[in-house]
């Protein structure tokens, strides 16, 4: 299999799919091997652990492999697949949405911080948007990460823009407040209070 994985990396992204079109199992484990990492990190921010991104990640290379015969390379690759990775979190968490009423704030109570982001390893940002409330944290990734705009959000998650914008403002609000308690915690241990 090592020689397997050596083969797949010499190969380009055309080459990769036409082997995968083929069925070739090391033109699968070679784009798996290529992708995986950076589309974990994809499904990561739309999960609540690392054992439910694994089930979106494993479910959506299902689908980027069935559907490797429709892809006509008119986009990246890897854009294509990270497209195929959100849907799949969106699918997988949609059963649950109902369980995770989000309403239409028209007015929101929170001030304008700025925090800063900088001080922060990714492993910590990525917890801080998993902890969100679920409706939050999907809003919050496909507005601030994946660029979708609120209008979009709202066709693919059945809701209002107006659900959409207050669902986003609501993320950021509970994301300054842990902002600002990382930083509290930063400034008294510097101050030897803890």
Known sequence: ???GRYIGSMLNEKELIEGCRKGSRAAQRALYDRFCKKLMVVCL???KSTAEAEDILQEGFVKVFQGLDGFRQDAKLETWMTRIMVNTALNHHRKKLYLYPMVD????DHQEAPESLSGLHFSELLTMIQSLPQGCQIVFNLFAIEGYS???IAEMLGISEGTSKSQFARARALLQ???KA???????YGEGRI
Not at 182 to 187: A, G, I, V
Request: proline share 0%; glycine share 0%.
């Open 177 to 179: 407040e842990k902002l």
């Open 150 to 152: 609120h209008k979009e």
């Open 105 to 108: 704030i028209e007015k929101t």
């Open 45 to 47: 921010r739309y999960s």
């Open 1 to 3: 299999m090592q020689n």
């Open 182 to 188: 990382e930083s509290k915690q930063y400034k008294a």
